[in-house]
């Protein structure tokens, strides 16, 4: 679980004042190296039980194109580019098989998406950020 420490917390572990703590936090978020704060959703217990890497091979340099029409789906959560035998990478989650196969079904209807390969995540051993 995450959970974001007060200023006072955070210099105490630290050894330094928290009003230093505050201003390096505002310093961060004001460049954009913090983008900003969340839930961590348990999506499991949501029923978003399906959750999915699908590899995406796309022809012709339409890779933009498409991967913005991939982004714009409800139950896509990561859009990746990149490198090996596939050009993109989608995570995505949802509630049952269905969905599932609806949203590749979809998937493989765009033009110049030459190929799709699906992978089905069975667990999670780690989930989060890099620790700074």
């Known amino acids: 679980m995450f959970i974001r420490d007060s ?4 210099a105490g572990k630290l050894g330094i004042a928290p009003s230093t703590v505050m201003k ?8 954009g190296a913090i983008k900003g704060y969340g839930a961590h959703i348990d999506y499991d217990r949501i029923g978003f039980d399906i959750h999915v890497i699908v590899d995406v091979k796309v022809a012709k340099g ?3 194109l498409i991967e ?3 982004a714009r789906h409800e139950s896509v959560q990561m859009v990746f580019d990149n490198t090996g035998s ?5 995570i995505a ?3 049952n098989r269905s969905g599932l196969d609806r949203f590749l079904k979809k998937l493989q209807t765009y033009d110049f998406v030459e190929r799709t390969e699906t992978k089905l995540i ?5 989930e989060g950020g890099v620790k700074i």
């Open 122 to 126: 069975l667990n999670t051993v780690k």
């Open 93 to 95: 989650r949802f509630r």
């Open 86 to 90: 596939f050009d993109a990478t989608v």
């Open 62 to 64: 339409k890779l933009q």
């Open 68 to 70: 913005s029409r991939i």
């Open 24 to 31: 390096r936090v505002r310093e961060l978020e004001s460049s």
């Open 7 to 10: 200023f006072r917390t955070i």
